[in-house]
């Protein structure tokens, strides 16, 4: 929690005196329940001071400087999220793809199975009648995997559509 505040006071100071139009001073103080406080106001009296960073003025031309760089990296930033959350959906729809493959795959093979029981316990009227539940619960299990894959490839489809749609808007925001 502390190494979470000293960088907070850290970027605090630093933007402070690197803005044009910041206050000349910021403070680092402490309360009487040992809070720790960065503002640009003085402290109350009774607070403990533990560091004032004074900025110098800074010239316009350089403050648009600074103010631009900071635009830049800003939107640097925002588009590496952007890029980075691209490739997150672009996972997403891999993944969603290889359930749904891995979904076909056990439907399949329930299927299969079912096949399997109804040709084994089914070749005469007798057996049919004996084995119709059990036959009868095969095909309801090769019916259940078919819909979890028909389910499996619905998502697939639309995580590959909602990748397609995100790389498309990258696309437009980058083309000149």
Same mark, same amino acid.
């Given at each position: 929690m502390?190494?979470?505040?000293?960088?907070?006071?850290?970027?605090?100071?630093?933007?402070?005196?690197?803005a044009a @139009? !910041?206050?000349?001073k910021?403070?680092?103080w402490?309360?009487?329940?040992?809070?720790? @406080?960065?503002?640009?106001?003085p402290?109350?009296?009774?607070?403990s001071i533990?560091?004032i960073?004074?900025?110098?003025?800074?010239p316009?031309?350089?403050a648009?400087?600074?103010e631009q760089r900071?635009?830049?990296q800003g939107? #640097?930033?925002?588009?590496?999220?952007?890029?980075?959350?691209?490739?997150?959906t672009?996972r997403?729809?891999?993944?969603?793809d290889q359930?749904a493959?891995?979904?076909?795959?056990?439907a399949d093979?329930? *299927?299969?199975q !079912?096949? /399997?029981?109804? &040709?084994r316990?089914?070749? *005469?009227? /007798?057996?049919r009648e004996n084995? #119709?539940? #059990?036959?009868r619960?095969? /095909?309801? &299990?090769?019916e259940a995997?078919r819909? /979890?894959a028909?389910?499996?490839?619905?998502?697939?489809?639309?995580a590959?559509?909602?990748?397609?749609?995100? !790389?498309g808007q990258?696309?437009q925001?980058? *083309?000149p």
């Open positions: 502390k190494s979470i505040v000293w960088a907070a006071a850290v970027v605090l100071s630093i933007l402070a005196a690197s @139009h !910041a206050q000349s910021v403070y680092t402490t309360d009487a329940k040992g809070k720790l @406080h960065i503002t640009d106001e402290p109350p009296v009774e607070a533990k560091d960073v004074e900025s110098p003025p800074v316009p031309a350089e648009r400087q600074t900071r635009a830049r939107e #640097k930033r925002l588009d590496e999220q952007r890029r980075s959350d691209i490739e997150e672009l997403r729809a891999r993944e969603a359930r493959q891995e979904a076909i795959q056990r093979e329930q *299927t299969r !079912a096949l /399997e029981y109804r &040709k316990f089914g070749n *005469t009227a /007798e057996r084995f #119709k539940y #059990k036959i619960d095969e /095909e309801q &299990k090769a995997a819909a /979890e028909q389910k499996a490839i619905d998502q697939a489809r639309a590959a559509e909602e990748a397609r749609i995100a !790389a990258l696309q925001e980058t *083309t």
